[in-house]
């Protein structure tokens, strides 16, 4: 439970608000915006003393009624109800950390739909996917960062080297950046332990309007219907956005399509013409930022001698075995015209006779005479 989150939402909620949209009376003396608290606990059925210390950060975690009297008090959105559930902790909450890794099947489907420009974005909006044709709409985001491939950082450039505010050129920069805010806000609830979000939302605070717009406690946004991007060779081009959300990895995948038969579906095809077919672009990481196993053409066997030659190669039974033979004829060799014509020794066992051998024979007596130097 962030209270502190919850507190500066509550007061945000509670300020747009005028008495004439909850059917009070307004009142001659009102020094404040909005409502004030002691309405706002009639109207959630709670009492003014809890929600004074919910304002200060101070009380409790509310139970799910509590809240939902609030939401209603409120006359909070389906969204802003979501998510003041997730701030008070009393939602589902993720596993800790953004998913960076896109499934398979999606990948199949960025790369397989004709003309159309489609990319798949995390929660924080990095892209991790991308086809052709959208590379040569927006940018080879091959050639980028992963850092760099974070449209929120795009839109919020901090530092020196700051870009264009309007990235790849699109006409709704002012839109597109509130929806960057709406969303990054519900994202760093959801993800209140994951270290990349906290980063990332620390360094654009330092950027003067992304400040400005995360004061506003803004968490419902509103759909994108058609983008316009001024690409430099083929000039405007105007596309439906359509974002379908991916719930199990929470991603989006956000597809740009043009009228049949319009000018600027000839100007994607033109561009998908002259980027050709390169297939689809992947983010290089696993499951949370781990760095992903890429897969490599298997080694190529052996030709069919050298396969047949590995094959018989003796094992290390086979070795100890051929050596211990050899030892024995070596022995037989060099000493049977001198002892080997004794009956003793004929009637020994072999491993008995070896030894016999080795100690009756001078020229070998350097030998190691224990069972494991006759076998080794």
């Known amino acids: 439970m962030d209270k502190q989150e919850l507190a500066a939402f509550l007061r945000s909620r509670r300020e747009r608000l005028r008495p004439e949209d909850v059917g009070l009376p307004s009142g001659p003396r009102r020094r404040t915006p909005g409502l004030r608290r002691e309405e706002v606990a009639v109207l959630a059925h709670i009492s003014t003393e809890y929600y004074v210390r919910l304002e200060q ?24 109800s979501e998510h003041l559930h997730l701030l008070a ?22 790369e397989r739909l004709p003309q159309t420009a489609a ?23 091959g050639q980028r960062t992963p850092a760099e491939r974070n449209l929120a950082r795009r839109a919020f450039p901090t530092g020196d080297d700051r870009e264009d505010p309007q990235p790849f050129g699109i006409s709704d920069g002012s839109e597109f950046r509130r929806h960057v805010v709406m969303r990054l806000r519900a994202t760093g609830a959801r993800y209140p332990s994951d270290p990349a979000v906290t980063e990332l939302l620390d360094e654009l ?28 060779e083929v000039g405007p081009v105007t596309v439906d956005c359509d974002s379908m959300a991916l719930t199990e990895q929470d991603q989006h995948l956000v597809l740009y399509t043009a009228a049949a038969g319009s000018r600027d579906a000839d100007a994607l095809a033109l561009l998908g013409a002259a980027r050709g077919r390169s297939g689809v672009g992947v983010r290089p990481t696993g499951p949370h930022g781990a760095p992903r196993v890429t897969m490599t053409r298997p080694r190529p066997r052996p030709p069919s001698h050298v396969w047949r030659r590995r094959q018989e190669e003796p094992t290390a039974v086979d070795r100890v075995t051929h050596r211990r033979e050899r030892l024995r004829r070596g022995l037989r060799r060099g000493v049977e015209h001198v002892a080997l014509e004794s009956a003793e020794i004929r009637e020994l066992s072999p491993q008995r006779r070896d030894r016999r051998l080795v100690d009756e024979c001078p020229r070998l007596g350097a030998v190691d005479r224990t069972p494991q130097g006759l076998v080794a």
């Not at 950060?57 to 802003?80: F, K, N, T």
């Not at 902790?89 to 960025?110: E, F, K, N, W």
């Open 119 to 141: 990319i798949v974005i995390s929660a924080t909006f990095e892209v991790l996917a991308w086809n052709g044709l959208a590379a040569a709409l927006m940018e080879d985001f």
């Open 205 to 232: 605070r330092r950027n003067e309007d992304f400040s400005a717009l995360w004061e506003r406690h803004d968490v419902h946004a509103a759909p994108v219907l058609q983008k316009t991007f001024h690409h430099p």
């Open 89 to 110: 902790g009393t939602a589902q909450l993720h596993d800790g950390r953004v998913r960076r890794d896109v499934r398979p099947s999606i990948l199949a489907v960025v």
């Open 57 to 80: 950060g101070r009380a409790p975690r509310p139970s799910a009624e509590v809240l939902a009297g609030i939401a209603g008090g409120l006359r909070l959105s389906d969204a802003e």
